[in-house]
């Protein structure tokens, strides 16, 4: 049983290209969460939705979009993909304000 | 948030407890200490949290000073699958700012 899935695994494409991360909890969370690690593996929040909604956008560039359908999704979709938006890509989901469980992440290469 | 403190790396002995201190000194009055642990290419795993009390679960305890200005997570009985990147967060919210953590290497 998969708390929080995140498809696809990896991702490999170039730049210019618009790709899409999704996410999926199980868990029955009201919160969910993009991070993103960078290769100095840093893990720094980029967004945050409380049912359905944004309620934390950190200084993300315009390019990311995260789109929620319902609770139990998260997706991001990424614009016009540059060298630097290489990373990987962590979706977590929490309840009530409790402690965020992660995902197994997305690692995006950007040739 | 406040910010934390952590030694870089740390070697522990397999079976022996393995302490992971932690300097928040300037801690607010409601900010929880969260602890998260990276094993390599994985996603962010939860371990333990707490606010003033010594907190305590299956994987690991959590002792935080009378003042809160500092703490230590103990790991009972180290595993070499216990190796991996300890973060230690303060945080009053569910929005966690992960540093560098500390590198744990747990040897036979």
């Known amino acids: 049983d998969t708390a929080v899935s995140q498809t696809p695994k990896y991702l490999v494409t170039q730049m210019g290209n618009d790709k899409s991360i999704k996410c999926e909890q199980n868990?029955?969370?009201?919160?969910m969460y993009w991070y993103k690690q960078d290769s100095k593996k840093f893990l720094k929040i980029m967004f945050s939705?409380?049912?359905?909604?944004?309620?934390i956008n950190e200084t993300v560039p315009n390019r990311f979009s995260p789109k929620s359908p319902d609770k139990a999704h998260l997706n991001l979709h990424i614009n016009s993909l540059e060298l630097g938006d290489s990373a990987v890509y962590f979706c977590a989901s929490s309840q009530d304000r409790g402690p965020p469980v992660f995902g197994p992440g997305t690692r995006l290469t950007v040739l | 948030d406040a910010k934390t403190t952590q030694p870089p790396s740390m070697d522990c002995a397999e079976g022996r407890a393995a302490n992971l201190p932690c300097n928040h000194s300037?801690?607010?009055?409601?900010?929880?200490v969260y602890w998260y642990r990276q094993i390599h290419s994985q996603g962010p795993q939860y371990i333990i949290h707490?606010?003033?009390n010594n907190e305590t679960n299956e994987m690991a305890s959590l002792i935080i000073t009378e003042d809160r200005k500092s703490s230590t997570l103990i790991l009972p009985h180290a595993t070499l699958r216990d190796t991996a990147v300890y973060y230690c967060i303060v945080s009053h919210d569910y929005k966690l700012s992960f540093g560098a953590g500390t590198t744990v290497t747990v040897r036979a």
């Open positions: 939705y409380n049912n359905k909604e944004l309620i």
């Open positions: 868990l029955g969370h009201d919160t």
């Open positions: 300037t801690i607010s009055g409601n900010e929880y």
């Open positions: 707490g606010l003033k």
